[in-house]
């Protein structure tokens, strides 16, 4: 009787005892011990980060055909996201968890860590679960980083999420499709009739020291109309409902954009061209991309091509007074469609997740795939312009 008392109190101390903790310990240390089952054993990096610490948790089995969470690490919110935290179920049979909550980030089985940002917010996290996987995330060049990644050179990230087609999982700004047979097609039509202005450009950020955009455009004033919106003109837009000011101003009074990267970066093709480049306007670009592996034939017009800003304002104005000659801009929406890419990347990062879920991945170096050295300085790309 006396044996039988004495381990009903011990089994009492240690239930007392697994309460108090769960109750006075810090919430990640909580739910650690509360749901240590669920965390997966898929080690794929247990070295020390940056001299930072980093957990040890429990060898326990993960069921596989649980959702991955997916935790957004950084100080703004991710557009293809959406909202605060959210499943989705993705190409009829991935689901994840996306939870852009950076104190959840210990429920993570991949932390999208983005680099661009890091010192905005006080670095990578200070421990490392050795379930998860990190992801070296950036969609800026590399002449565009607020971040030195030098400190995060050791082999800490899993896999990369970049623009450039060498990613793990390339992540670019948009993409450009042929249509299948059937589709539905727009309607032929002159896309100068109405339009009333030449050339257009939105700008808000006016540094000029990896691009020498700015210098450009004033160069092409001197000879064709060029209305410059934003902190760098002198013409605003301040209709803020929907797309207003692209989709019903821009597209409807002018015939060309100036899509101007702020850097020549290999493969670095932004929003700048994608957001106008299924609108009735002709993008100008200006960039360091190959445009014509990623863009259909005739679908835009490139700097490169004109020996210099005279030459190029020539040609636009050859196209402004022949609706023939600008309408053959147009002749590739009957077999190709192009648009941003947004909504879609979530769900490539949710099957990618899962179909190497039990892969292991190490990037060696970051210095291997992200480098200036794929960038070209302004004085070699203007070279002969000016």
């Known amino acids: 009787m006396v044996l039988k008392w004495f381990y009903v109190v011990i089994s009492l101390s240690v239930i007392t005892t697994f309460c108090v903790l769960t109750l006075l310990c810090p919430t990640h240390v909580r739910t650690i011990i509360l749901r240590s089952r669920e965390i997966s054993m898929n080690v794929v990096n247990t070295s020390f980060v940056a001299g930072r610490v980093r957990y040890a948790l429990p060898a326990v089995a993960d069921p596989t055909n649980r959702p991955l969470r997916i935790v957004y690490w950084s100080n703004r919110d991710i557009w293809e996201f959406g909202t605060v935290r959210h499943t989705r179920t993705c190409r009829g049979k991935y689901q994840c968890e996306f939870i852009l909550d950076r104190s959840q980030y210990f429920r993570g089985d991949v932390i999208l860590v983005d680099v661009h940002r890091l010192r905005f917010f006080g670095g990578l996290p200070r421990f490392r679960f050795p379930h998860q996987k990190w992801a070296f995330f950036m969609i800026e060049s590399p002449r565009r980083m607020f971040t030195k990644l030098k400190p995060y050179e050791a082999a800490m990230f899993n896999f990369s999420i970049t623009y450039k087609t060498t990613s793990d999982l390339p992540h670019p ?8 047979p059937g589709e539905p097609r727009p309607p032929v039509k002159n896309r100068a009739f109405n339009k009333t202005d030449v050339a257009a450009w939105f700008i808000s950020n006016c540094a000029d020291k990896d691009s020498g955009r700015i210098r450009y455009s004033q160069e092409l004033q001197r000879y064709v109309s060029l209305h410059i919106y934003g902190r760098c003109g002198t013409y605003s837009c301040t209709k803020t409902e929907g797309n207003y000011c692209y989709e019903e101003m821009l597209q409807k009074r002018y015939k060309f954009y100036m899509s101007f990267e702020n850097s020549f970066c ?5 929003e700048k061209l994608y957001g106008v480049i299924s609108l009735d306007i002709v993008p100008v670009v200006l960039g360091g991309g190959n445009y014509s592996a990623f863009l259909p034939p005739h679908s835009f017009i490139d700097i490169r091509n004109f020996a210099s800003a005279k030459e190029l304002a020539l040609y636009l104005k050859k196209l402004d007074e022949n609706d023939d000659l600008y309408n053959e801009y147009f002749a590739w929406k009957q077999d190709y469609e192009c648009g941003v890419y947004l909504e879609q990347f979530s769900c490539d990062l949710c099957a990618y997740a899962h179909e190497h879920r039990t892969q292991k991945q190490t990037i060696d170096t ?9 960038c070209t300085s302004v004085q070699d790309f203007y070279r002969g312009h000016f």
Not at 173 to 180: I, S, T
Not at 266 to 270: A, G, L, M, S
């Open 173 to 180: 700004y948009g993409k450009c499709r042929r249509l299948l």
């Open 266 to 270: 290999d493969e670095y093709i932004t």
């Open 366 to 374: 970051i210095f291997d795939f992200w480098t200036e050295d794929d």
